[in-house]
């Protein structure tokens, strides 16, 4: 299905052989040597016009041809095409521009050129990022324990498909290593550009790619394994390291279909997007890769994007995750596998939906970064899913870290919006914040650091009143801290009085039992400071219970006791 964009010039194509890659496994901080992007400054973005003129690349602009020519730039070429087409957002993305120059040259001098032209607003390198590990387990396990199990640390799959499942609206963005469309677990889950006419080398849809029928391979001029589609981007996203069809296949590999493993987006469709490769051990994305991706998933109708990989706020990221939230799309992001309290670009934003990784017993899985941009945590140790060897074969694999947590909370955020089409980002984000499970006992969580909690398809998809909430209330757009004052009396056995602080807006109150079960929900309007609401323990029994209160942005926990 493969299809060349267009045909190079020789020194082309052998300058893509040295566009640099560090071999350091720790990429967060490295960068493309010969490449970068530029903002035009808007007065420009009218004139200029990048056209190759007997050979020589010219865009019309006279201080950009110069350094053209001064530094042998043989790319210019927009990040974001057809932006024009989806112009109704306030951020404009039409004037992002990728600069690729020849190797001979130093990056810095050539960044610091455009960086003094009047024509540019800003410059940014493009990092090099790894995409997070995944540790393998053996021997495999023979179910998926974290859809369901008698314990209550699982996420409760099983109870919540009763109310939500099998609709193919919801579109998943699976930006990764490539996805095996192959594989007969993901096959029939595989998104399909129903505007694009297979292999006719015409862009029917007008989105700026050619034959683009399941999604988009933006991966060019990186050095990669032997089986890696390393050179020029096409149409053909397959994944050749295995990274991306592990997280396909957790977020929403075909299910009920007699075959392997299930994916808890039941019914929600896959866009494959390969912004990443392997080289050895180990996975990498570029970030103008990856804005490209995010831009394409937005305008070919995603409702959520996963990210299981790390990040660094260069590329054009920024631009791309802004007009992703400011159009209404989940973007779900790994917070990372280094074991402490740690955040990289996109899982710091605040606007993204950060999720951190337990294990079996509920509480942090040892692998997990934790902090307080964390919005939730899925399990994260012995996933079972879909996965591609290098010849080929279409096998199942059992692997553990957060990349694995990321697309559970992508699945569960397209069953919400199967189940209430009319929820934008941030009320999707609310309803799976709000519908957790506490863990209890874990030091990180108590401090904060890993989220609400747990994530439950059931509680997010059954809970009536969470539902409506969200579908017609306002999103609170003052920030503020939630702060439980006080609970008491505690022990008491008829009634405790809550006082709280918070902004205004919604809160939900929600109580569990020393195992994690929710035992009461209350949701209620405060106008903003401290406040005071009481709870009748009538039906509760003698034991240890844990007060949740929390406005869907921030969150506080407190315990008490009821002595019957």
């Not at 209890?440 to 398809?457: A, C, Q, Y």
Request: proline share 4%; aromatic share 12%; with cysteine.
């Amino acid at each position: 299905m493969k299809t060349m964009l267009t045909v190079l010039p020789l020194f082309i194509i052998l300058s893509y052989l040295f566009l640099y890659l560090p071999s350091s496994a720790d990429m967060s901080n490295q960068y493309v040597e010969n490449g970068f992007v530029v903002n035009i400054a808007p007065e420009y973005r009218d004139i200029i016009c990048p056209v190759f003129n007997n050979g020589e690349l010219e865009t019309g602009v006279a201080e950009i041809d110069w350094l053209i020519g001064k530094y042998g730039i043989y790319r210019f070429e927009r990040e974001f095409p057809a932006s024009e087409r989806y112009s109704n957002t306030s951020v404009d993305l039409s004037g992002y521009y990728i600069v690729e120059f020849s190797p001979l040259h130093r990056l810095e001098d050539v960044i610091n050129d455009f960086s003094s032209c009047q024509c540019i607003e800003h410059v940014e390198r493009i990092g090099v990022c790894p995409v997070f590990a995944i540790y393998p387990d053996d021997p495999l396990f023979s179910e998926q324990w974290y859809l369901d199990s008698e314990s209550y640390v699982d996420i409760d799959a099983p109870e919540g498909w009763i109310y939500e499942h099998g609709d193919a609206s919801p579109i998943i963005a699976i930006i990764d290593t490539g996805v095996d469309y192959r594989h007969p677990d993901l096959i029939n889950s595989i998104w399909i550009n129903d505007g694009e006419v297979p292999d006719n080398g015409v862009d029917d849809d007008k989105n700026g790619y050619v034959d683009d029928i399941i999604g988009w391979d933006f991966v060019h001029g990186v050095r990669g394994d032997r089986y890696e589609d390393c050179f020029i981007e096409d149409n053909d996203p397959m994944d050749w390291y295995g990274h991306g069809t592990l997280v396909a296949g957790v977020a929403s590999a075909t299910t009920d279909n007699g075959v392997g493993v299930s994916g808890v987006g039941w019914g929600a469709r896959i866009m494959v997007l390969r912004a990443g490769w392997g080289w050895g051990p180990y996975g990498f994305v570029r970030m103008d890769f990856c804005a490209r991706a995010i831009f394409y998933a937005v305008n070919m109708g995603a409702c959520v994007v996963n990210c299981s990989w790390s990040s660094s706020n260069s590329g054009g990221i920024s631009a791309a995750v802004s007009y992703a939230v400011s159009k209404g799309v989940v973007v779900v992001v790994a917070v990372g596998n280094t074991g402490d309290e740690y955040s990289h670009y996109l899982a710091s934003r605040g606007d993204t939906f950060c999720v951190a990784g337990s294990d079996m017993n509920g509480r942090r899985a040892i692998f997990s970064s934790y902090g307080s941009n964390v919005d939730v945590s899925a399990p994260a140790f012995s996933i079972m899913s879909t996965y591609r060897r290098y010849l080929g074969e279409h096998i199942y694999v059992s692997r553990s870290g957060t990349s694995m947590s990321a697309p559970q909370v992508s699945g569960l955020c397209a069953l919400i919006k199967a189940q209430n089409p009319s929820l934008g980002g941030k009320a999707i984000m609310w309803v799976v914040h709000n519908s957790t499970k506490p863990m209890i006992g874990d030091e990180e969580w108590e401090k904060g650091l890993m989220g609400s909690g747990i994530i439950s398809v059931e509680n997010a998809l059954c809970n009536e009143m969470l539902s409506s909430e969200c579908a017609n209330r306002e999103i609170p757009t003052e920030v503020g801290v939630v702060k439980i004052l006080s609970v008491s009396p505690s022990p008491s056995d008829d009634y405790i009085d809550v006082m709280f602080s918070s902004p205004c807006g919604v809160l939900s109150a929600d109580i569990f039992d020393i195992s994690g079960r929710k035992v009461l929900k209350r949701v209620f309007n405060v106008s903003g400071g401290e406040g005071e609401f009481s709870i009748l323990l009538d039906n509760f029994n003698s034991g240890v219970y844990v007060l949740r209160l929390s406005d869907g942005i921030a969150s506080d926990t407190m315990r008490f006791i009821c002595i019957k």
